[in-house]
């Protein structure tokens, strides 16, 4: 292939790509406030970053195409800061259903949602099955913050050091786009609610909990962060993404193994 995105090809090229390739990625962001030292569009940003260094090294394995990224998700936990452009989840859920809709007519038969965002995940979860039962396309998607993909590499934070616009965040901007990081206004916030500190046991922020409940940014947060930036380093940006692409490209081994 002429090139890993999509987005460069022309429409004959695909009509031989959908038969070589093995499956297209689809890296999803966000467009929402990241405190004052981050952009409108870090998730954009680290998601479409992140899907082209997974494409680069397992494409030397077997080929794949990088779909073009969907700058918007699911933001309502953000949407009253400005600059916060979020879509509902109806018309998020027709966008994926309608990108994968086109995938598959050009004969594309598996499809992975690179998902940079933790608003979009119970969203993905449930249209990737629909999706399938549609299309026949066999769908996944990839939550880059999960906890079985980061694993030890971000155990040189505490938990409270990591949840939005955080240090891990702010460290792989740092790696992938300095030059929008402005670390002198970054500072700390560790929530005052929904914390075992807090004298909370079961509604608690936390990625791994059977118990959801709707929080807001308002109730975590002045300054839109949740967690310490002050903490990120380059260095740390670059060790947690090599073992993050590292586990996702096992992932995608075991997707075309399917
Ligand atoms: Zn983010």
Not at 42 to 62: C, G, K, M, Q, Y
Not at 159 to 179: G, I, K, N, Q
Not at 240 to 256: D, H
């Amino acid at each position: 292939m002429r090139s890993l995105f999509l987005d460069e090809l022309t429409s004959e090229d695909v009509k031989d790509a959908s038969s070589q390739v093995e499956m297209v990625l689809v890296p999803i962001g966000s467009f929402e406030q990241h405190g004052r030292h981050l952009p409108l569009a870090t998730d954009s940003i680290i998601v479409h970053e992140v899907t082209r260094i997974v494409a680069e090294r397992i494409n030397l394995e077997f080929p794949v195409l990088i779909a073009p990224l969907i700058p918007l998700g699911k933001s309502t936990e953000h949407a009253s800061r400005a600059g916060t452009i979020s879509l509902e989840g109806d018309v998020l859920g027709e966008v994926l259903r309608s990108v994968c809709r086109s995938l598959v007519r050009d004969g594309f038969k598996k499809i992975v949602f690179m998902n940079g965002h933790g608003g979009n995940v119970s969203l993905l979860t449930s249209m990737l099955r629909e999706i399938r039962e549609e299309t026949g396309a066999f769908t996944a998607s990839i939550y880059l913050y999960s906890e079985d993909l980061l694993g030890d590499s971000v155990s040189r934070f505490n938990e409270w050091d990591m949840f939005h616009a955080c240090a891990l965040e702010t460290s792989f901007m740092m790696v992938l786009r300095p030059e929008l990081v402005h670390l002198e206004k970054a500072s700390r916030n560790i929530p005052q609610k929904f914390t075992q500190q807090s004298g909370y046991k079961h509604l608690l922020l936390s990625r791994k909990r059977g118990v959801e409940f709707s929080w807001l940014i308002d109730d975590l947060s002045h300054s839109g962060v949740v967690g310490d930036p002050t903490k990120a380093t380059p260095e740390t940006g670059r060790a947690i993404l090599e073992s993050l692409v590292e586990r996702i490209c096992e992932v995608l081994r075991e997707v075309k193994r399917v």
